[in-house]
């Protein structure tokens, strides 16, 4: 090993300390900037010394510098822009394309490396080379082509509906099957150009086929899912270059996606299976048959509402994506304020899957400056809505649903709610009586302890906000 | 370095197989810790992590050669860059947002 060979190595441990100090620091909002900020500089160290070593120092490096010259500069530049200005709501879509560009650095990486050393007339390449390089290139593929789908899906661009057609599991399997065949003849039959383009093709269906069945309120499953998937084929593309940064990097990505997307699927009390293959969402016939009943729901003014929550104990909000969607979360804040202001105690029950990706709405809220420890997860808060004056629930639906705990038949059976139907005074601001993300009726409204408020959130909250004033 | 990579000697081949499981293993113990309210900044951290990718389509461009490899090269590094900078950059902004209730009490 020359000096700068052992160089490299240390520089490429530091880069990899640094990416599990990052994940290990965000186990607390105190520390959580500082990591994130920590694994960057990381980053950009690793970035830096391999520019050097590999351009700059190396005899000839600097003849295809101009590709970085120009590439690095547009990506920085699309990434920083798109970073800068997504709106908060719209964070799961742009993980997904940033997850998805990734995914596609990593599939051109190890085609680049096939096609460099394919093609000629020599003997076979090594089969571990090749196993790394088609599962890097199969995965990132995946992973870019179902990350489009799901920012499509989440940003309404393409139908959020469980795309489904006879025989549609099938053609995926079918898909799947052509990928495995295929690889096993690049590996041990020919290293042939056309059949790896051909690999790579039925690699960027699978993605789309997979994800177009799945419905739109599980996307952040699938971006958590393909976020891990990235994390693999990153790794692989580690085992091809034999490059510990990329390898570890990848690695704990891959590893921490997946826990991820496991954590996620427990809080909705679902198999992973069944968010990839059940078509979650579609119109189910049993449910629908159990709510046609007259939905007896009663209204109650802003004021009425205002004074119930002004001379309470304690008001439990429940924030939804609805919230989200009208931009209410700094009126909300302002209620908080004004109530905490009355003496009322104002605490917020964030489920884990509220919004359109676990704590999702923590961020949102505190992009409305709510102090995060007034924020409380499921298991902390749900027995306390017992000792609630009023709940309070804003653009929430499926996760108040209390025919999750009771009604066998229904598709959210035993996903763990909130106990909103246990507080003395239960206030649903909604816009409409139209079912959840999921498509799912909630007997919650027709309760005789809820009363709902109709409007766009925002208008709602502000006038509960004035309805405090006065009270 | 560059020439024979792929030549991938068993030896090297094994030892990024011991660093593979391990980290898998330190990966998963990291994020368990990880409480829920966090999960979407820590979504777009580790997305961010795996935009090292970018060193990988750099390799690939110190040694590229012809007009195919230099595409995909050039693909490699806009992609890993994009990935790399948006990630760190909108996770910032997400941390940068959490704060306590100003009094301090919890």
């Not at chain 1, 150009?193 to 177009?212: C, D, E, N, T």
């Not at chain 1, 990839?276 to 007259?294: C, E, Q, R, S």
């Not at chain 1, 007997?443 to 709902?452: A, F, G």
Request: a neutral charge.
């Amino acid at each position: 090993m020359t000096t700068l060979e052992i160089v490299t190595f240390f520089v490429y441990l530091a880069g990899s300390v640094t990416f599990i100090l990052g994940l290990k620091f965000l186990a607390s909002p105190v520390s959580a900037r500082r990591g994130n900020r920590l694994a960057a500089t990381g980053m950009a160290i690793v970035v830096g010394w391999v520019f050097m070593t590999e351009f700059l120092l190396r005899d000839g490096g600097l003849s295809t510098v101009w590709i970085l010259a120009v590439g690095i500069p547009i990506g920085s530049l699309v990434g920083a822009v798109g970073a800068r200005r997504v709106p908060m709501t719209a964070m799961p879509q742009m993980v997904a394309i940033f997850n998805g560009a990734g995914g596609g650095a990593a599939a051109v990486v190890a085609s680049a490396e096939f096609l460099r050393d394919a093609g000629g007339s020599g003997p076979l390449l090594p089969a571990t080379f090749m196993i790394a390089t088609l599962l890097g290139a199969v995965i990132g593929s995946v992973s870019l082509t179902g990350s489009i789908i799901a920012f499509g899906k989440l940003q309404g661009i393409v139908s959020g509906r469980p795309v489904t057609y006879p025989g549609d599991k099938i053609v995926t399997g079918a898909l799947l099957a052509g990928i495995l065949v295929l690889g096993v003849v690049l590996t041990v039959v020919t290293n042939s150009v056309p059949l790896f383009l051909l690999f790579l093709g039925l690699a960027l269906v699978l993605g789309v086929a997979a994800v177009m069945p799945i419905g739109g309120a599980d996307m952040p499953v699938v971006v958590s899912l393909l976020n891990s998937y990235t994390g693999i084929a990153v790794a692989a593309t580690g085992f091809v270059l034999n490059n510990y940064a990329l390898l570890v990097a990848g690695t704990l990505v891959g590893a921490s996606g997946g826990i991820l997307t496991q954590l996620m699927c427990r809080a909705m009390n679902r198999s992973l299976f069944n968010v990839l293959f059940g078509a979650f969402g579609t119109a189910g016939g049993t449910m629908v048959a159990g709510a046609t009943g007259d939905l007896n729901v009663r209204e109650i003014t802003a004021e009425d509402a205002a004074v119930l929550m002004a001379y309470g104990r304690k008001v439990i909000i429940v924030p939804g994506y609805g919230m989200a969607v009208a931009q209410a979360q700094q009126s909300v804040r302002e209620l908080m304020d004004l109530l905490v202001a009355k003496g009322v105690d104002v605490e917020f029950a964030i489920h884990p899957v509220a919004g359109r990706m676990p704590g999702h709405m923590n961020v949102l809220l505190a992009e409305a400056n709510v102090p995060y420890d007034r924020l409380k997860e499921m298991d902390e808060i749900n027995d306390d809505f017992q000792n609630a004056t009023v709940a309070l629930v804003i653009g929430a639906n499926d996760v108040t649903n209390p025919a999750a705990r009771t009604d066998t038949s229904s598709p959210i059976y035993g996903m763990p709610i909130l106990n909103v139907d246990q507080a003395e005074h239960v206030i649903v601001l909604k816009r409409s009586m139209a079912a959840g993300f999921a498509g799912i009726d909630n007997p919650l409204y027709s309760d005789p302890r809820t009363t709902m408020l109709f409007g766009d959130a925002k208008k709602s909250v502000e006038a509960l906000v004035s309805g405090v004033k006065a009270a | 370095m560059n020439e024979a990579v792929h030549t991938l000697p068993t030896e090297a081949l094994l030892q990024a197989l011991f660093i593979f499981v391990l980290t898998a293993f330190v990966g998963y113990e990291v994020v368990s810790k990880v409480p829920t309210m966090l999960h979407t900044p820590l979504m777009s951290g580790a997305n961010a992590v795996h935009g090292v990718i970018v060193v990988g389509a750099m390799l690939v461009a110190a040694s590229a050669e012809g007009p195919l490899r230099i595409v995909l090269a050039l693909l490699g590094v806009i992609l890993g860059t994009i990935n790399v900078v948006g990630g760190f950059v909108v996770t910032d902004r997400m941390l940068e947002m959490f704060k306590r209730r100003p009094d301090g009490k919890s």
